[in-house]
């Protein structure tokens, strides 16, 4: 069974408009950690964020936030007034307690238009 | 400036022959990963290595092969065996080998078997 759900394939919004990605997770574990990347065309991953299991708070950095809900294990990604450089393929991962390894999700693919 | 490097950026090989991807951080991290990326789909790991002259495999290890004599390099090799292996690859490294550290990522080599 897939352990990160991103049912989202592809958005397309307009520029300034908002825009959530959706993260649906699966683990037995208390302690684990949830990250989002973000894969501009060139290819290379970059890190936007990482929150573990015992910190349930909102996060806001820019036009960027998260919203973390344990009871319904979704660690969803909003971001505001989309820009055309936020066009990208998003992951979400997780990573157990009990391991070493990163579970990434299928990614969104992310298109802001002009 | 740290990060890692992938080299080359595009790779074309005859089907039969074997191939090394090269990944060199100087990060000074003591884990490196090998993930494998195939269009629509998320990333799968390959191999992981926690410390120098040791590594573990991933979930599709079957007809790669690596090493890691230096704690800045972690080459893979795609053998003949590796039955479908045009994919972008895409190399990472993290401070520690545990769940908590977020990976940082290469720029990727995209190998097209011919």
Known sequence: ????????TEISVVEKEDVTLDCVYETR???YYLFWYKQPPSGELVFLIRRN???EQNEISGRYSW??????SSFNFTITASQVVDSAVYFCALSEGTGNQFY?????SLTVIP | DGGITQSPKYLFRKE???????????LNHDAMYWYRQDPGQGLRLIYYSQIVNDFQKGDIAEGYSVSR???????????SAQKNPTAF????SSLAGDSYNEQFFGPGTRLTVL
Do not use: H, I
Request: glycine share 6%; hydrophobic share 25%; charged share 20%.
């Open chain 2, 16 to 26: 039969g022959q074997n191939v090394t991807l090269s990944c060199e951080q100087n």
């Open chain 2, 89 to 92: 690859y895409l190399c990472a």
């Open chain 1, 53 to 55: 299991s015992f910190d």
């Open chain 2, 69 to 79: 004599e230096k704690k800045e390099s972690f080459p893979l090799t795609v053998t």
């Open chain 1, 67 to 72: 919203n973390f809900q344990k009871s319904t």
């Open chain 1, 29 to 31: 574990d208390t302690t």
């Open chain 1, 1 to 8: 069974a897939q352990k990160v759900t991103q049912a989202q």
């Open chain 1, 104 to 108: 990434f999700g299928t990614g969104t």
